[in-house]
């Protein structure tokens, strides 16, 4: 994970204050303050924290982790009109109250004449980083944070033509517009807004959408499967004397992050239904275009209908892109040994996800975990030497959502490794739409869910991947271990609620509720008890101890 970035700032108030009370500015969103000399971290300075660094002085009582705040990094102190910077090799912490890098008996003196003169507190600042992505390490060309590029060939054949083609600006605004709650097509008014608040603002997609007539009527084409390389191939080559492709790769991996072909609705599913996936590692679409290959390809035939009613079309390429980020499908290829798949892979209304087959839905927080969306401080990990733990959960659908990860063993440094994950999931912002389903009870479908997650990779020789994810050929067809389950599935058909509320008890009895044995079953004890407490202002209380 990144390093936090830490800024001290002075604030001239009462040296006895809640922290609450001070001005927060509007730049500080992914800020947290804390005073120095705070010891017992309750947002206030006064003789319950020169107790404690007179225990320390004594030798009766260590300082914990809860009283220092130390770093590598870099800090600034502003003083009046002083800056005073801190080596890289330092450290601060709120009990060196003189930060000369040590804490001693000069420091005692100096929080006893703070709190004896009342002299007004210095605050302790830092700006909290969003996580490196563990989707990174998958086979993936769109960076989940940052910018990232698309490339739209609006395509007909001669045999096959859309019903409905407006002027290239307007598919761009559709597809790459800015957030709009009052559109009709909201949360889906384009695939930039939905990834943007889904992303809290870490991803911001752009793209260009350029019109074209295949050469050939659409049979040709559909001789290479799914991967249409000749129709991709043609398209690029007709445009690369006019379009500078090398702008859509903005990662500058030197590959265009994303291509989608959108083909008439009329060309049928059995050819062009909706799929991505990486560019085919052969035939001409290893040609570089403005030093540029291809990198994922979205190629499918929902259509546009107007320039005010697109949910369908902009849904479905929203799903798409999941992909491009780099996650897999949540519903089940196959199943059961059988060519059927389920569509329902996580099933009730909590398994509705954006990535499984409910594309009107948020992406959850197994999705948001992977591609990076969550900063350092909304990521809570359980920690079983700890004892019991109390956990506040805060709206997932919001730039404040966090969730809380309970590992199985040891955690692998970069989240690829089995685990629970928990948010808590409500109707807001991109969850919106679901409230369009007739069959759901808005008054018992919000709450705790859990997911087990088992994000392991598998390199292939080429590249890697989610080891099981659906289809995989270590999912024994979906009865053993799978990236994504969720809790409570089978107990829920698709109108169910299975989410857990206020007074609910996860524990051995609960379908699900334990971890990967070496056969893939789903089998071993985990040993802990999930108890969900009140529903406050802040989000759920989730408390995890022992059974």
Not at 1 to 24: D, E, G, H, N, T
Not at 30 to 52: C, I, K, P, Q, Y
Request: net charge negative.
């Amino acid at each position: 994970m990144k390093k936090c970035v830490k800024r001290l700032a002075a604030l001239l108030s009462a040296a006895v204050i809640p922290l609450s009370a001070a001005a927060m500015p509007a730049e500080a969103k992914w800020h947290e303050r804390g005073f120095l000399g705070d010891l017992n971290n309750d947002s206030m300075v006064n003789t319950a924290d020169l107790v404690l660094m007179t225990k320390f002085m004594l030798g009766r009582s260590p300082l914990t982790a809860e009283n220092l705040y130390a770093s590598n990094d870099k800090y600034m102190l502003v003083s009046g009109e002083e800056n005073y910077f801190i080596p890289e090799s330092g450290y601060l912490d709120t009990a060196d109250m003189n930060r000369d890098g040590k804490v001693d008996v000069y420091d005692l003196i100096s929080l006893k004449r703070a709190i004896v003169n009342r002299e007004a507190p210095q605050v302790w600042e830092w700006d909290w980083e969003f996580i490196t992505p563990p989707a990174n390490d998958v086979l993936k060309f769109m960076p989940s944070q940052g910018e990232g590029s698309m490339v739209v060939f609006y395509v007909d054949f001669p045999d096959c033509k859309h019903e409905y083609s407006p002027p290239e600006q307007d598919i761009e605004n559709i597809l790459f517009g800015e957030e709009d709650a009052g559109n009709a097509n909201y949360p889906f008014e384009s695939i930039s807004a939905y990834y943007k608040r889904a992303s809290k603002g870490q991803l911001d997609i752009k793209g260009s959408v350029f019109h074209y007539t295949a050469k050939n009527n659409k049979s040709y084409y559909e001789s290479d499967g799914q991967n249409k390389y000749k129709l991709l191939y043609e398209c690029y080559s007709a445009l690369d004397n006019s379009v500078d492709f090398s702008k859509f790769d903005s990662n500058n991996d030197g590959y265009i992050d994303t291509t989608l072909i959108s083909v008439p609705e009329a060309a049928g599913n059995d050819n062009w239904w909706p799929c991505a996936g990486p560019s085919p590692f052969f035939s001409e679409t290893r040609v570089r275009f403005d030093r540029k290959m291809i990198g994922h390809l979205i190629v499918g035939n929902r259509e546009l209908t107007s320039v005010t009613d697109y949910k369908a079309f902009t849904r479905a390429y929203t799903h798409e892109t999941g992909h491009c980020l780099g996650l897999p499908d949540y519903y089940l290829y196959n199943k059961d040994n059988t060519a059927e798949f389920d569509a329902e892979g996580l099933h009730g209304i909590a398994g509705m996800e954006m990535m499984d087959t409910d594309t009107d839905s948020d992406l959850s927080a197994v999705s948001k975990l992977q591609l990076g969306w969550y900063r350092e401080d909304q990521l809570s990990i359980y920690d079983s030497s700890k004892g019991s733990q109390t956990f506040t959960l805060k709206d997932a659908q919001t730039d404040e959502g966090n969730c809380l990860l309970i590992p199985c063993g040891n955690l692998d440094s970069k989240l690829h490794s089995e685990y629970f994950l928990i948010e808590y999931a409500t109707f807001h912002n991109n969850n919106s739409d679901m409230l369009n389903r007739w069959w759901i009870n808005k008054t018992n479908s919000t709450g705790i869910r859990v997911y087990h997650v088992e994000a392991s990779l598998y390199n292939n020789g080429f590249y890697s991947i989610y080891k099981y994810e659906s289809g995989s050929e270590f999912t024994d067809n979906n009865s053993g271990k799978r990236f994504i389950r969720i809790l409570r599935d089978d107990q829920a058909s698709y109108s169910d609620s299975n989410f857990f509320i206020i007074g609910d008890v996860i524990d051995s009895s609960v379908s699900g509720f334990k971890w990967y044995a070496d056969d893939g079953s789903l089998s071993v004890d985990t040993g802990l008890k999930i108890e969900i407490g009140a529903l406050t202002a802040d989000g759920y209380e989730i408390t995890v101890s022992a059974a």
